[in-house]
Nanobody, 123 residues
Framework: QVQLVESGGGLVQAGGSLRLSCAAS????????MGWYRQAPEKQRELVAS???????NYADSVKGRFTISRDNAKNTVYLQMNSLKPEDTAIYFC?????????????????WGQGTQVTVSS
């Protein structure tokens, strides 16, 4: 079994900063990709940033220059540093991890999502 535990959301004023973290644990062989998505009320879930293993980071245009995604591979943890926050960044933020799991034989690639953490930016 694989678990994702998110933390770091909250309420912040416009211009402020927050740091999200997501730790993956359990039956993990290797991680292919870690990323953050968000979903605002009445909107579709969208990619915020992703960081594949051994690959280049990818950011939504709306967050470039303000958000930074990073990983600690030893801890299977991904972070999202969010600076210069705007009210339009208000959303539930979800961690996504694509990994190889040993839950089954043979091992398989699986896609896991965190429970979501609320980020609210006041104007």
């Amino acid at each position: 079994q694989v678990q994702l535990v998110e933390s770091g959301g909250g309420l912040v004023q416009a211009g402020g900063s927050l740091r999200l973290s997501c730790a993956a644990s359990g039956s993990i062989v290797s991680i292919r990709l870690m990323g953050w998505y968000r979903q605002a009320p009445e909107k579709q879930r969208e990619l915020v940033a992703s960081i594949p293993t051994g690959g280049a980071t990818n950011y939504a245009d709306s967050v470039k220059g303000r958000f930074t995604i990073s990983r600690d591979n030893a801890k299977n943890t991904v972070y999202l540093q969010m600076n210069s926050l705007k009210p339009e960044d208000t959303a539930i933020y979800f961690c996504r991890v694509v990994l190889v799991t040993k839950e089954t034989m043979p091992y398989r690639v699986a896609d896991y999502w965190g429970q979501g953490t609320q980020v609210t930016v006041s104007s």
